[in-house]
């Protein structure tokens, strides 16, 4: 029996590669749950999609550079929450 390990992007550091599982928006203060779901849909973050954290912001960690198949793309981490992965072994 294997072990399934998932987490969240946003808690992931950069040189993190991993395959997107699903989304999980929540209420964050910016976006509704429901836009934020559609946003990303829209740029690609769906299910098997492979992903890397390429940078981070100098002060907090914050925006993401996540490599998401061959574009880059940034993110603040509160959005890159909302994206369930597992990390490729």
């Given amino acids: 029996m294997s072990l399934l390990i998932t987490a969240h992007l946003g808690s992931a550091r950069p040189g ?3 395959r997107i599982l ?8 910016g976006l509704d ?10 740029l690609g973050f769906v299910e098997g999609a ?3 954290i390429l940078h ?3 002060f907090g960690g ?16 509160r959005e890159a929450a909302a994206i369930l ?3 490729l072994t």
């Avoid at 699903?22 to 203060?29: A, I, K, V």
């Avoid at 198949?69 to 603040?76: D, G, K």
């Fill in 50 to 52: 492979l992903v890397e």
């Fill in 22 to 29: 699903g989304l999980r928006p929540l209420p964050s203060g």
């Fill in 56 to 58: 981070q912001g100098l």
């Fill in 16 to 18: 993190f590669r991993g």
């Fill in 62 to 77: 914050d925006p993401i550079a996540i490599r998401l198949q061959s574009a880059t793309i940034a993110l603040r981490r």
């Fill in 85 to 87: 992965v597992e990390p």
């Fill in 33 to 42: 749950p429901e836009e934020l779901e559609r946003r990303l849909i829209e």
